[in-house]
């Protein structure tokens, strides 16, 4: 007879599965944003005793082993070393991920009033079926930054006392035409206008034009002493409102908005924290706009990963140009980013061999990308099969996959983009239903596999 199978459920303590799971969800609920996250993480990089990486900087002597520096770019993106036992020259272990999910941006003049109604007109981030952010409960998230240098914190609609907002949809017993339209075209990019307000101004005149905008500004220059021309200077994101939940009768799984990629992202931030003492210097890579091509200076295009990497350099007295290209082709990443997982209800996108399954394990994608891999990073054999002794030699329960059947789609990752420095790259992260919809759905399982799993790599 053949020998059952271990389950993660059954090879992991399942107290400490849960625990670190409800961290997750905790954490995941309050953090909806890239910058969210970033404030959150360096909060609690600073209670651990983390320098940034100019007070360090300051003290103007090398690191010790064990020692941890970070960097933020902009407040978006997050770079954080753990020195590890070794010179940095003799090469790096390196977990990336991206803290950026889709959602809609307010334009830069978004607020308008229409048939005496109140909206803010948005441009949607990512890759999105419009159709799925319709007739759903949202979130305003972001920050306005005011000519005078300040810049204030905006979150409404996550307090249990806040109002939310919403985009409507058309009601059923008026959409013959609309349902005649394919998916894409259901509703239209230039729709998914947030409904704000109703109310006129109490001292408008009766034959006062916009007096429901005008209230809708009155009420954000007392909360927020916000004039309409600061809206030009804000980074307002509308984002589903309401936490993250356990999912599923055996609670399971969690359902929650941004999972890709904070259901790497945290596993990966929480690894470098736990791994204390590291044989190789570890690096935990947390970046912006992976949504939209990894763009701009807090994107993976940008310097801000090789530049940092410079300046921890020449804290440890190591760097010059050549020194830094020699520790890049040294370096060992995985890029901690998600991968579609099977739906029974959708079999005929997947390669049932070849595909990920929810509860067995983080995935690793040796190449993703779409029309014969274009755009993927495919990683090379040997670094294949050192990880895989890695992953056994640690016990860790793992799978392989690739994005769908050939032609079904496809997508990317920042792994390329490191892989172009010269570094042994491959995606390695945990599978998703419901991708890029308001509400994904992850494995309990796999996320806590996930955390082991990169702290072996780390260690």
């Known amino acids: 007879m053949k020998e059952k199978k271990q389950t993660i459920w059954e090879k992991d303590d399942e107290q400490k599965l849960n625990d670190f799971c409800e961290d997750y969800r905790v954490f995941l609920s309050g953090h909806k944003t890239e910058r969210e996250n970033v404030a959150g993480m360096e909060e609690e990089l600073k209670k651990a005793g983390a320098k940034s990486l100019e007070e360090a900087a300051a003290e103007g002597r090398a690191l010790r082993p064990g020692e941890v520096v970070y960097t933020d770019m902009m407040k978006k993106s997050l770079l954080i070393f753990r020195i590890g036992q070794k010179p940095m020259t003799e090469g790096l272990r390196l977990l990336g991920a991206h803290i950026d999910s889709p959602r809609l941006d307010l334009k830069q003049h978004p607020l308008y009033e229409d048939t ?26 972001g920050v306005i ?43 239209e990019g230039e729709n998914l206008n947030v ?60 359902m929650g908005y941004g999972q890709d990629d904070k259901v790497c992202a945290y596993p990966s931030f929480r690894a470098i924290m736990d791994e204390k003492n590291p044989e190789y210097t570890s690096v935990c890579l947390l970046t912006d706009k992976e949504e939209i091509g990894s763009v701009g200076a807090t994107g993976t295009h940008s310097r801000f990963y090789e530049n940092t990497l410079a300046e921890v350099m020449n804290l440890q007295g190591c760097y010059s140009e050549l020194a830094l290209r020699r520790l890049l082709t040294k370096t060992r990443v995985l890029s901690s980013d998600v991968s579609a997982g099977f739906d029974p209800d959708y079999p005929d996108v ?13 995935v690793f994608n040796k ?19 050192f990880l ?46 419901n991708m890029h919809a308001p509400w994904e759905i992850t494995s ?8 082991n799993a990169y702290r072996a790599f780390l260690k």
């Not at 997947?350 to 983080?362: Q, S, T, V």
């Open 388 to 433: 895989r002794k890695l992953m056994e030699e640690n016990n860790i329960i793992y799978q392989t996959s690739e994005l769908g059947k050939v032609d079904a789609g496809g997508g990317g990752t920042i792994a390329y983009i490191l892989a172009n420095l010269g570094m042994e790259v491959i995606d390695f992260g945990v599978a998703v239903l």
């Open 145 to 187: 930054a005011k000519k005078d240098g300040s810049v204030v914190n905006v979150c409404i609609g996550e307090d249990e006392n806040d109002p939310v907002f919403g985009v409507s949809d058309l009601l059923i017993h008026l959409a013959a035409k609309q349902m005649t339209k394919n998916a894409a075209e259901v509703v």
């Open 367 to 385: 190449y993703t990308g779409s029309r014969g891999k274009s755009g993927s990073n495919d990683a090379n054999a040997e670094y294949i099969a």
């Open 350 to 362: 997947m390669d049932k061999n070849n595909c990920a399954y929810l509860g067995r394990g983080p």
């Open 444 to 451: 309990k399982a796999d996320i806590y596999e996930a955390y």
């Open 116 to 141: 005496d109604l109140a909206l803010l007109d948005t441009h949607y981030y990512g890759g999105i079926k419009k159709y799925q952010w319709t007739a759903l409960p949202m979130a305003l998230h």
């Open 195 to 254: 409904l704000v307000g109703s109310r006129p101004l109490a001292s408008a005149d009766e034959d006062e034009k916009n007096a429901v905008k005008a209230n809708i500004l009155k009420l954000l220059k007392e909360k927020y002493d916000m004039e309409e021309d600061d809206f030009v200077s804000a980074e307002i994101e509308v984002v589903p409102a309401g936490q993250a939940r356990d999912y599923g009768l055996d609670r399971s799984m969690i």
